[in-house]
Nanobody, 115 residues
Framework: QVQLVESGGGLVQAGGSLRLSCAAS????????VAWYRQAPGRQRVLVAI???????NYVESVKGRFTMSRDNANNAVYLQMDSLKPEDTAVYFC?????????WGQGTQVTVSS
C-alpha cells in the first residue's frame, strides 16, 4: 500500500512563506501524476498544483506566480513552495498520487494564514 506523508504546514502571517513536503513510500517517479489539493473548512477539496511523470507542472489560477511545485526523485518526495501567502490559502493541504487507475492520499497538513 502506497503511503504519502505530508509535512511543513503551520501558522504564518499574510505575505509569508511555507514549504510543504510529501514523502512517498515508493518511487515518486512511478506515478502518472502527483498533486497537491487543499480543503478549506466547509468547502470541497480542490486541486492546487500537479506534476506529471514527465515533469510538467500546472497550477490553479489563484496560486499561479505564488506557489511552485517540484519533485525530488532521489528522495521520493514532492514539495510545494508557497510564497506571498494570503488568508484565503488557509486549508488542509493533501498530497495525492495516481498510478494504474488507483489514487492515493496523504493525511493532510494544516496551513493557516493570519491577516
Amino acid at each position: 500500500q502506497v503511503q504519502l506523508v505530508e509535512s511543513g504546514g503551520g501558522l504564518v502571517q499574510a505575505g509569508g512563506s511555507l514549504r510543504l513536503s510529501c514523502a512517498a513510500s515508493e518511487s515518486i517517479s512511478s506515478f502518472n501524476t502527483v498533486a497537491w489539493y487543499r480543503q478549506a473548512p466547509g468547502r470541497q477539496r480542490v486541486l492546487v498544483a500537479i506534476i506529471t511523470r514527465a515533469g510538467i507542472t500546472n497550477y490553479v489560477e489563484s496560486v499561479k506566480g505564488r506557489f511552485t511545485m517540484s519533485r525530488d526523485n532521489a528522495n521520493n518526495a514532492v514539495y510545494l513552495q508557497m510564497d506571498s501567502l494570503k488568508p484565503e490559502d488557509t486549508a488542509v493541504y493533501f498530497c495525492n498520487s495516481e498510478r494504474s487507475w488507483r489514487t492515493y492520499w496523504g493525511q493532510g497538513t494544516q496551513v493557516t494564514v493570519s491577516s
